[in-house]
């Protein structure tokens, strides 16, 4: 075969694979060509109660995995918190998960939920804080404890306060590296001022918080009747939560 002929050959051969596709193209449905099922969506029922003490507590049966989802709100947020300590409510939940709990110091704390394979999250929003906890359903006993154990003896240790201070601290030097969130710092002010929700936490509000106001805070809101309890698991009775 001559070499001159090794192109056309080539371009004869990308034009049948080209054709190729188009033949297979045309064979298939559009989108709107194609019939599928109905989506239908029921809504899980929840069951629902309330103790003696006021908490409020829920569960939603859920057979598909063997682990325990537990979300608690403390009925607390930063639109409570004072001006001038702005930033107190986001340092709190960062100083509950992180200070340890009932006897056990921070590292040890952490090496329990490490050793239930569990994995625990506290934050803060503008209404509530929330707790979040996951781990295996053969575990919900202990893991209760932990939770327990947090809400009602935490430990605020010193050196982790001062850890999430500095965190804290360094996210407001930094605050205004992404233009996305100082325009919406900018356009909450615009809407509400002075108000709660228009403030954000500065250097000097964040430097006034005290561990004491931790401890305050914690004794005024988490108690049972501001408390709401939520479980998913299949395999779980309400007996097992009180």
């Not at 921070?106 to 090496?111: E, L």
């Amino acid at each position: 075969m001559s070499l001159r002929m090794f192109p056309l050959l080539l371009l004869a051969l990308l034009l049948a694979l080209l054709l190729a596709a188009c033949v297979g193209q045309r064979s298939q449905l559009r989108p709107d060509q194609i019939d599928s099922p109905p989506l239908t969506f029921t809504v899980p029922q929840v069951e629902e109660r309330v103790m003696d003490n006021g908490m409020r507590l829920y569960l939603n049966p859920d057979h598909e995995l063997p682990l325990v989802e537990i979300s608690l709100l403390i009925g607390a947020g930063s639109i409570g918190e004072p001006a001038a300590k702005s930033g107190l409510v986001q340092l709190y939940a960062a100083a509950l998960r992180s200070g340890g709990a009932g006897q056990l110091a921070p590292k040890a704390f952490d090496d329990q939920l490490e050793e239930l394979a569990a994995d625990l999250s506290v934050s803060s929003g503008s209404y509530a804080v929330s707790c979040g906890l996951s781990l295996h359903r053969d575990d919900l006993e202990s893991g209760l404890a932990v939770l327990a154990d947090l809400l009602r003896r935490p430990r605020f240790d010193k050196g982790r306060v001062e850890l999430a201070r500095r965190r804290l601290l360094e996210g407001i030097r930094r605050q205004n590296d992404e233009p996305g969130a100082l325009a919406q710092r900018k356009l909450r002010r615009a809407l509400y001022g002075d108000h709660p929700l228009g403030r954000t936490p500065s250097l000097d509000s964040v430097e006034a918080i005290e561990r004491q106001d931790l401890l305050d805070f914690h004794r005024r809101y988490v108690l049972p009747n501001n408390l709401w309890l939520a479980v998913s698991n299949g395999a779980i009775a309400w007996q097992a939560i009180w």
